[in-house]
Each structure stands twice: as C-alpha cells, then as structure tokens.
C-alpha cells in the first residue's frame, strides 16, 4: 500500500467510448502525475500538476485530458483513444513547491487499459 | 534532461550481494541520483537517493564516484522478492520532469 490508489485497476474500451482513470492519494502531497508506460518502452511523463495547477504537458494528445480538482484527487479523461494508446496508466504524487518537485515519487499501482 | 545508461538485465544468486551499475556522465552539478524499482504488475517505488556522499537506507546503499559520474545500487543480500526492474534517474532542482530510462531488469536465482 503506496497511498496512492487507481481505479479502476483494468479498462476495456472502444475507439468511440469515453472513460476516466482516478487517482486518489492519502499522503498530503501537493503535486500529483500521471505516466504511461507502454510494453518494452519507458515510462513516459505525460502531465504534472503542482498545487493543483498543470505545470508539465509532455506534448499529450488532446485525447487524454487530465482533471486536478484539488491536491487528493487526478483525473485522466479519455476520448476517441486510438489501439496504440492501450497501456499502464501510472498515477505518482510528491511534495512540491509551486516551481518544482522537493521529495521522492510515490506510484500507484496503475490502470491497464486496453482500446479495441 | 540528462540521461542515464544502465545494463539491460543483470542476474544474481539469492542471499549475494548485488551491484547495480549506472552512468550518468552529462549530470549537472544540481542534479540528485535517484533509484526506483519496479516490482511485477506494480508502479514504481522509491529505493534511495543521494548527491554526493554515498548513502544507506533499509532497502539499499548507493555508491556515488568522486566526480558523480556514475553510481551503484547495491543489494547487500539479494532474496526472491528483489527481482524487478531497477531504474537509475536523474532529478534536477528546477521543473517536474523525471525521465525514467529503460532501467535493468534483476533476475536472482534461488
């Protein structure tokens, strides 16, 4: 138990369908992330959100939309996915500041999603 | 961001010590060294980290050369449970970004 919880832990999609992922942490962190990580590829950083305001977009499709209603709780929207975005959705929070990250990553243990 | 390189795969008999090797030779003078590890069907957790000195914890050690030009993680008696894929990564002082390498992937042999 990281005390960071995903869910739901497994997602089967359509091209046409849309889903959120949530992420929920316990750990009073004040910045909150989400990454993907495909088969055989490295984690990707896809967005940042440090006191509840996006600071990182690593170049995301519009696809993927994420949500940050308060420092607990991440959201990431998906829309019109594509086969190719089936993946570990990874969530991970850490203390920050409002300019950059000051303490070690905590993950969930991810959403596995598959687009048919 | 500065990158780092690391063998793709080690693998070690249980209950020996294992070293972890990793090169980071375009670190900057702020970046800190950090080590994760991903078991089986589970996100990434936190190992250790450390700038300069060499550093212990209950998980690990880490061995930082004099010109911080690459470090090792070392696993003072490897058991079962420590098979995974470890990360070795680089965190600057300014910005969010963490850049996850295809890390090494340890198997230990009972």
């Known amino acids: 138990e990281t005390g960071v919880t995903q869910t739901p832990r497994h997602l089967v999609m359509g091209m046409t369908n849309k889903k959120s992922l949530k992420c929920e942490q316990h750990?009073?962190?004040?910045?909150m992330y989400w990454y993907k990580q495909s088969a055989k590829k490295p984690l990707e950083l896809m967005f940042v959100y440090s006191l509840e305001e996006r600071v990182e977009n690593n170049s995301v499709p519009s696809r993927f939309s994420p949500e940050c209603p308060n420092s607990s709780h991440l959201f990431l929207h998906l829309h019109t996915l594509q086969p190719e975005d089936s993946a570990l959705y990874l969530c991970a929070s850490s203390q920050a500041s409002s300019t950059r990250w000051t303490g070690e990553l905590f993950f969930g243990e991810g959403s596995r999603l598959t687009v048919l | 961001d500065a990158k780092t390189t690391q063998p793709n795969s080690m693998e070690s008999n249980e209950e020996e010590p294992v070293h972890l090797p990793c090169n980071h030779s375009t670190i900057s003078g702020t970046d800190y060294i950090h080590w994760y590890r991903q078991l089986p069907s589970q996100g990434p957790e936190y190992v250790i980290h450390?700038?300069?000195s060499n550093v212990n914890n209950r998980m690990a050690s880490l061995a930082i050369a004099e010109d911080r030009k690459s470090s090792t993680l070392i696993l003072h008696r490897a058991t079962l449970r420590d098979a995974a894929v470890y990360y070795c990564i680089l965190r600057g002082t300014g910005g969010f970004k963490t850049i996850f390498g295809a890390g090494t992937r340890l198997f230990v042999k009972a």
């Open positions: 450390g700038l300069t």
């Open positions: 750990l009073g962190h004040n910045a």
